[in-house]
């Protein structure tokens, strides 16, 4: 009798990775990928959702410049809200709308992007405005509790800034109000306390009465703002760690003639100011003079000329050593606010057009940034 026997081979065997490997392999990853990888085991998402590897993942985007997107405000076609999207920064084809984190239609502003996360706040600040940090690609944020304004003025003028400290390995939001004829109050917020500190020692000469912050902005843990008084300007910062104010001195040839605009680039501050010039009004040339921060006075980098008889607005600095410009001759009549993002390369003076159509309000939205992917707040 003759039996045949059906072999069956069956492996038990299982593929093993290094810990260390699996962890540079992972690192590389974009956020989108991570999340999910985060199903496969426990000891996955315990990796994935660990402090050294969420900062390792962001230093490395930082630093190879990975997983990078460009902000740009747009008017959906769907119906006239204002919403804000990602864009890739090699496509320019889009990544994520940015829908309000806590579900609701109200429009937003986006005051600061650093390390994968957003502050954004109303479009016009108020005292009891609320403020939010917010990581976008994972669906995170931290609502701030109410800031102590006082509450016998019924209005302020209050800037809001937001950034890394580097130092304290902290995030911090900064807000100035001021009422009438002084600085009222300078409040700042720590993400890892959870709480406000209200800064009670002012120096008297920060206490005048500005026309208007110009702009505010914040970077390794300095809050610098840039006042319009009268026809001159005043350039003051915060050192968030020691609470000490300084005033710093703009350079001579920028005037309210003109429009300024302060930035961070590379870590570095940027003031820019955008001007006209030339011999007659049919060859008028914008130009930007930009001068970069260093040794607490600014020094002139770069000018840049622009196509003649184009209506430009400069909007921010990407991470690949460009201007993020508004090209508003692509519009006419009542969509005068609307144009195209445009890229003006500091080093090749070549102008690159993105096809990102931009809205932008003169009273509410006055920069477009750049965001990098991040794991910050998954576990907070």
Same mark, same amino acid.
């Given at each position: 009798?003759?039996?045949?026997?059906?072999?069956?081979k069956?492996?038990?065997?299982v593929?093993y990775i290094?810990?260390?490997?699996l962890?540079n392999i992972?690192?590389?990853?974009?956020?989108?990928?991570l999340l999910?990888f985060r199903c496969?085991?426990?000891s996955?998402?315990g990796l994935i959702?660990s402090?050294?590897?969420?900062?390792?993942?962001?230093n490395?985007?930082?630093?190879?410049?990975?997983?990078?997107?460009?902000?740009a405000?747009?008017?959906?076609k769907?119906?006239?809200?204002l919403?804000?999207?990602?864009?890739?920064?090699e496509?320019f084809e889009e990544?994520?709308?940015l829908?309000?984190?806590?579900?609701?239609?109200?429009?937003f502003?986006?005051?600061?992007?650093?390390?994968?996360l957003?502050?954004?706040?109303?479009r016009?600040?108020h005292?009891?405005?609320?403020?939010?940090?917010?990581?976008?690609?994972?669906r995170?944020?931290?609502t701030l509790?109410e800031?102590?304004w006082d509450?016998?003025?019924s209005?302020y003028d209050i800037?809001?800034? *937001?950034?890394?400290?580097?130092?304290l390995n902290?995030?911090?939001?900064?807000?100035?109000?001021?009422?009438?004829?002084s600085?009222i109050?300078?409040?700042?917020?720590s993400?890892s306390?959870g709480a406000?500190k209200v800064?009670?020692v002012?120096?008297?000469?920060?206490?005048?009465n500005?026309?208007r912050c110009?702009?505010?902005t914040?970077?390794?843990g300095?809050?610098?703002w840039? *006042?319009r008084k009268?026809? /001159?300007f005043? *350039? #003051?910062? *915060?050192?968030?760690d020691?609470?000490?104010f300084e005033?710093?001195m703009?350079?001579d040839t920028?005037s309210?003639e003109?429009?300024?605009?302060?930035?961070?680039?590379n870590?570095?501050?940027?003031l820019s100011?955008?001007?006209?010039?030339?011999?007659?009004?049919?060859?008028?040339?914008?130009r930007?003079?930009?001068?970069?921060?260093?040794?607490q006075?600014? /020094?002139?980098?770069?000018?840049?000329?622009?196509?003649p008889?184009?209506?430009?607005?400069?909007?921010?600095?990407s991470?690949?050593n460009?201007l993020? #410009? /508004?090209d508003r001759?692509?519009?006419?009549?009542?969509?005068?606010?609307?144009g195209?993002m445009v890229?003006?390369d500091?080093e090749?003076?070549?102008?690159?057009?993105t096809?990102i159509?931009?809205?932008?309000d003169n009273h509410?939205?006055s920069?477009?940034?750049?965001y990098?992917?991040?794991?910050?707040?998954?576990n907070?």
């Open positions: 009798m003759r039996r045949n026997k059906r072999k069956t069956k492996s038990s065997s593929s290094p810990e260390e490997i962890f992972l690192a590389r990853l974009p956020v989108k990928s999910r496969v085991s426990k996955w998402r959702g402090p050294s590897f969420v900062s390792t993942h962001i490395r985007n930082v630093t190879k410049l990975a997983h990078t997107y460009l902000i405000l747009q008017r959906s769907v119906d006239p809200v919403c804000h999207s990602l864009f890739s920064t496509t990544y994520l709308k829908r309000h984190p806590l579900w609701t239609k109200e429009q502003r986006i005051y600061g992007s650093s390390n994968g957003v502050c954004i706040s109303d016009i600040l005292p009891n405005s609320p403020i939010c940090i917010w990581n976008p690609c994972i995170k944020f931290r509790p800031s102590r509450r016998r003025y209005s800037s809001l800034s *937001f950034g890394y400290h580097p130092e902290d995030y911090k939001v900064v807000t100035m109000g001021w009422f009438v004829r600085v109050k300078v409040q700042v917020y993400l306390t406000w800064i009670e002012i120096p008297p000469w920060l206490k005048f500005p026309d110009q702009g505010c914040f970077s390794s300095v809050a610098y840039l *006042f009268s026809k /001159k005043r *350039f #003051v910062s *915060f050192a968030t020691t609470e000490e005033e710093l703009v350079p920028i309210t003109g429009s300024p605009y302060i930035d961070v680039y870590d570095l501050i940027y100011y955008s001007y006209l010039q030339g011999p007659d009004i049919q060859k008028l040339q914008k930007i003079d930009l001068w970069v921060l260093q040794e006075s600014f /020094k002139k980098l770069h000018t840049a000329v622009l196509l008889g184009r209506d430009y607005l400069l909007l921010g600095f991470l690949q460009e993020i #410009v /508004k001759n692509h519009t006419k009549g009542h969509e005068r606010n609307m195209q890229l003006y500091l090749t003076k070549l102008i690159k057009k096809g159509n931009l809205v932008h509410y939205e920069s477009s940034r750049t990098i992917e991040s794991l910050v707040l998954l907070g």
